[in-house]
């Protein structure tokens, strides 16, 4: 009798935390909850700058889509799938990017694509889309010289050039 009126208690109790906006200490809804969330984690700051160009010179109204792969898992059917992190940005003026990216829990600059693509329709001209790989990119490492707990910053530089449709 007293472990089915503890059994009880513990669901009432559960069941009115959750309608009082509590949660547990698992990382939203992201697959990889096997991540806590902890003060101090190191992490490395991003920051993309590149050009697009055509041929007729830089194009603006680009976009440049910054994909990297967290990782994978196995769906409800037991198949594996990858779990890209994805951040979108677009060409100015000029046709430069100069962007912060936000990368949680991550310390490397790996596993890494940009994918460029033209959305502005026949505006700008109409051009073929690309994609960068990781190996066609500029990554440098800067070294934090500040003292700070992360890691430092990372520099995703490229030059694309893309060809008219």
């Known amino acids: 009798m007293k472990a089915k009126l503890q059994s009880l208690f513990n669901a009432i109790a559960a069941a ?4 009082l906006g509590f949660s547990s200490c698992k990382q939203g809804d992201s697959i990889f909850h ?11 700051d991003y920051k993309i700058v590149g050009q697009v160009n ?13 994909r990297r792969l967290e990782g994978k898992y196995k769906n409800e059917k037991g ?3 990858e779990y890209w992190l994805e951040q979108c940005f677009y060409t100015d003026s000029e046709g430069k990017i ?13 596993n890494i694509m940009l994918e460029i693509s033209d959305v502005d329709g026949a505006e700008n001209g109409e051009y073929e889309d690309a994609v960068l790989p990781e190996d ?22 490229f030059d694309a050039r893309l060809n008219k449709k």
């Open 16 to 19: 009115l935390l959750s309608l």
């Open 54 to 66: 055509g041929e007729d010179g830089p194009i603006p109204g680009i976009e440049v889509k910054y």
């Open 98 to 110: 100069n962007q912060s990216v936000s990368n949680e829990y991550s310390t490397k600059a790996e």
């Open 34 to 44: 096997e991540i806590p969330a902890e003060y101090g984690m190191p992490h490395a």
């Open 136 to 157: 066609q990119l500029d990554i440098q490492f800067v070294k934090d010289n500040k003292g700070h707990w992360h890691e430092g910053t990372y520099t995703i530089g």
């Open 79 to 81: 198949e594996e799938e």
